[in-house]
């Protein structure tokens, strides 16, 4: 029981929620480039390809990302390691 509650509040999953003009990351592993047109996310299972204009990082945690901007395209590329 204890650790279902463990579980629940301690969640790592990789998680993306995208908005008009925002993108939220949760869980990853790190930011492999970054400019104004693309930024490119790794994650446990991939990596993250956001193209766009205007892009920025106006928020940064350790395992918390949020990118502004105007956003073209966004895509999932798994690794088959």
């Known amino acids: 029981m204890i650790r279902k509650v463990i579980d629940y509040i301690k969640e790592d999953s990789f ?3 995208a908005s008009n003009h925002t993108i939220s990351i949760v869980n990853y ?3 492999s480039y970054m400019e104004e047109t693309q ?3 790794r994650y ?3 990596t993250i ?3 766009g204009k205007d892009l ?4 940064l945690l ?3 990302l949020l990118i502004k901007g105007e956003f073209s395209t966004i895509e999932f590329r798994r ?3």
């Not at 920025?56 to 928020?59: A, D, L, Q, R, S």
């Open 56 to 59: 920025i990082v106006v928020k």
């Open 39 to 41: 930024i490119s996310v």
């Open 44 to 46: 446990q299972e991939g």
């Open 15 to 17: 998680e993306l929620r």
């Open 49 to 51: 390809f956001i193209k």
């Open 62 to 64: 350790d395992q918390e």
């Open 79 to 81: 690794s088959y390691e």
């Open 29 to 31: 592993v790190e930011i």
